[in-house]
């Protein structure tokens, strides 16, 4: 049996939460919102998009009704069972914050550190959907500056909802501030208050 | 910090949350359209060609500029939505490149329901702004409401012949922006208790900064004009700006700086009724390429709060004024396009 919910009345953001409350405990293919503005159905119909459900939306008088199907034959993707029903931030509340302090990697030779440091970058997705917020101080603030191989990687994982930020004291000081390509130029108060708030925090 | 005070999360007792409230714009154009308006030849700046903020020439080298804000609260903390609603209402005046110098305490107060106290500490918060600012406080109203809602009426000075207008773009001028976007998202998530204690800070943080620095380092290069992004959203904002000086403008959309975290909330639908009403009422002079995703052009039209100032600056000074605006603590100042001849009234987004 699907859901049906009636959010009439309900001013954003209640419809999207009544529906994630709803999907949380019966994460049915089939659900059914009745709804009585264009807002709330537009943010109905984006919700249930993102947990993968195929939306159709009608006007009935002066509601809408938004249906959302999901399973075989709708073209949900295979992975879909597993997707969490609020945001990947929220599940399970773990936040892992990436420190990165160097454009190397280790030491011994610089060389062989820059190149790990790079695959260790491209290789930071697979750290999804737990990576909250890679921040970059030092040297490593180089990485976020044009000129950089790893702009566009970096710019993936901004635009997947992963937090990039860059020390502004250190881009300063390297010169490169008006530089920067991806990314928030941030503070040490910003970067001590997400130590704070990550579960845990890696230091490269 | 002190957030709630006998549990009352201030986003819960009111419908919209920060200029995601304002009326729709549309329904402004309808209320106002055609009224006749008393005239007055010192009036340099009025309703008729609404911009920021009303100017009034009293000398050859004095006029008057006059703004005032008000709106319900877009975060739980009764202090922080003080100086945000202040840092706002403040912010009309440094975009017409005015010094702001009076205020008066504009309240609605639901004191049936609300413990008095927390009245106190938002218009503590709002001095504080207003002590920041330079400006004095001279006086306020106060009603009772069933909705809080907290604002300044502001009165600042302006050199007649240094007025900062939306109507002035010139093409080649590169366009400045200097604080992130997608406050109303995140004011819903926060509405929706989905956002981190790190985000509310951060926008917080944003949301009670001065509009102050940003405008009187801007007033030190070749600046033709100038706007806060508030309740339109950016691109309404700016669509004003393109429908005044019959320009237009390119945006590159990846240059706009935003906040990551809203991306997300934008996906998953928590976007504000206003949001809606700034992409109906002025989508139609907007042209998205096909690479700019649906949450970023959300995001774009998205409500702010207390957002940053926008500005035209002569081509050749943009750099400069980009890496001033750095230098002095406006972090996230970025160039996000330039002005145009071709096509004319447009708004390109790439």
Same mark, same amino acid.
């Given at each position: 049996? @699907?859901?049906?919910?009636?959010?009439? @009345?309900?001013?954003?953001?209640?419809?999207?939460?009544?529906?994630?409350?709803?999907?949380?405990?019966?994460?049915?293919?089939?659900?059914?919102?009745?709804?009585?503005?264009?807002?709330?159905?537009?943010?109905?119909?984006?919700?249930?998009?993102?947990?993968n459900y195929r939306v159709d939306s009608e006007r009935c008088g002066s509601d809408y009704r938004v249906a959302g199907t999901r399973g075989e034959g709708v073209g949900t993707p295979e992975t879909a069972a597993s997707v969490p029903v609020i945001g990947e931030r929220q599940v399970g509340n773990k936040k892992i914050m990436v420190l990165i302090t160097s454009v190397h990697m280790g030491h011994g030779d610089d060389s062989l550190g820059d190149m790990l440091m790079?695959?260790?970058?491209?290789?930071?997705?697979?750290?999804?959907?737990?990576?909250?917020?890679?921040?970059?101080?030092?040297? @490593?603030?180089?990485?976020?500056?044009? @000129?950089?191989e790893a702009v566009p990687v970096l710019q993936e994982l901004a635009s997947a909802g992963v937090g990039i930020f860059a020390c502004g004291a250190c881009l300063a000081y390297f010169h490169i501030l008006d530089k920067i390509q991806v990314g928030q130029v941030t503070n040490m108060l910003e970067i001590v208050t997400s130590m704070q708030h990550a579960d845990s925090v890696v230091t490269v | 910090m002190i957030s709630t005070i006998n549990n009352i999360?201030?986003?819960?007792?009111?419908?919209?949350?920060?200029?995601? =409230?304002?009326?729709?714009?549309?329904?402004?154009?309808?209320?106002?359209?055609?009224? *006749?308006?008393?005239?007055? *030849? %010192?009036?340099?700046?009025?309703?008729?060609?609404?911009?920021?903020?009303?100017?009034?020439?009293?000398?050859?080298?004095?006029?008057?500029?006059?703004?005032? *804000?008000?709106?319900?609260?877009?975060?739980?903390?009764?202090?922080?939505?003080?100086?945000?609603?202040?840092?706002?209402?403040?912010?009309?005046?440094?975009?017409?490149?005015?010094?702001?110098?009076?205020?008066?305490?504009?309240?609605?107060?639901p004191a049936k329901t609300m413990d008095i106290s927390i009245l106190r500490l938002i218009i503590e918060g709002g001095l504080n702004k207003m002590r920041e600012a330079g400006v004095v406080l001279v006086g306020g109203h106060t009603v009772e409401d069933s909705e809080l809602k907290y604002g300044l009426s502001v009165t600042g000075f302006i050199h007649p012949d240094r007025i900062l207008t939306k109507r002035c773009l010139l093409a080649g001028d590169c366009l400045v922006l200097t604080k992130p976007v997608g406050t109303g998202i995140i004011s819903t998530a926060i509405k929706a208790g989905l956002a981190g204690q790190a985000i509310i800070d951060t926008v917080t943080r944003n949301m009670a900064t001065l509009n102050r620095d940003a405008a009187s380092i801007m007033l030190g290069f070749t600046v033709h004009a100038c706007t806060d992004i508030t309740g339109f959203g950016f691109l309404g904002h700016l669509a004003e700006m393109v429908v005044y000086s019959g320009c237009g403008v390119r945006i590159k959309a990846a240059n706009v700086p935003l906040y990551p975290e809203s991306l997300e909330?934008? =996906?998953?639908?928590?976007?504000?009724?206003?949001?809606?009403?700034?992409?109906?009422?002025?989508?139609?002079?907007?042209?998205?390429?096909?690479?700019?995703?649906?949450?970023?052009?959300?995001?774009?039209?998205?409500?702010?709060?207390?957002?940053?100032?926008?500005?035209?600056?002569?081509?050749?000074?943009?750099?400069?004024?980009?890496?001033?605006?750095?230098? %002095?603590?406006?972090?996230?100042?970025?160039?996000?396009?330039?002005?145009?001849?071709?096509?004319?009234?447009?708004?390109?987004?790439?």
């Open positions: 049996m @699907g859901i049906e919910l009636d959010c009439r @009345g309900m001013e954003c953001p209640a419809p999207v939460l009544q529906v994630r409350n709803a999907l949380e405990k019966d994460a049915s293919d089939t659900i059914t919102i009745l709804v009585d503005n264009e807002a709330a159905r537009q943010n109905v119909s984006r919700f249930l998009e993102y947990q790079f695959n260790y970058i491209k290789t930071l997705k697979e750290m999804r959907p737990y990576l909250w917020r890679v921040m970059f101080v030092n040297s @490593g603030v180089s990485f976020t500056a044009e @000129g950089s | 999360r201030l986003t819960q007792t009111v419908k919209g949350a920060g200029c995601a =409230a304002k009326l729709a714009p549309g329904d402004l154009d309808r209320a106002l359209c055609g009224l *006749d308006l008393p005239v007055d *030849d %010192n009036l340099l700046v009025g309703l008729e060609q609404a911009d920021d903020a009303g100017v009034y020439k009293i000398s050859d080298d004095l006029a008057l500029v006059q703004t005032i *804000d008000f709106f319900p609260p877009m975060v739980d903390d009764p202090y922080a939505f003080g100086q945000i609603a202040a840092a706002n209402a403040l912010s009309d005046i440094y975009a017409m490149g005015g010094i702001p110098k009076t205020a008066m305490n504009v309240v609605a107060f909330w934008a =996906a998953m639908g928590l976007i504000p009724a206003g949001t809606y009403n700034n992409r109906s009422f002025r989508g139609a002079f907007v042209d998205f390429d096909m690479n700019v995703s649906q949450k970023v052009q959300d995001l774009l039209f998205d409500p702010q709060t207390s957002g940053g100032l926008l500005i035209a600056v002569a081509a050749r000074e943009a750099d400069m004024l980009v890496a001033a605006l750095h230098a %002095n603590g406006v972090e996230s100042a970025a160039i996000v396009g330039e002005v145009v001849a071709e096509p004319a009234e447009r708004i390109i987004v790439e």
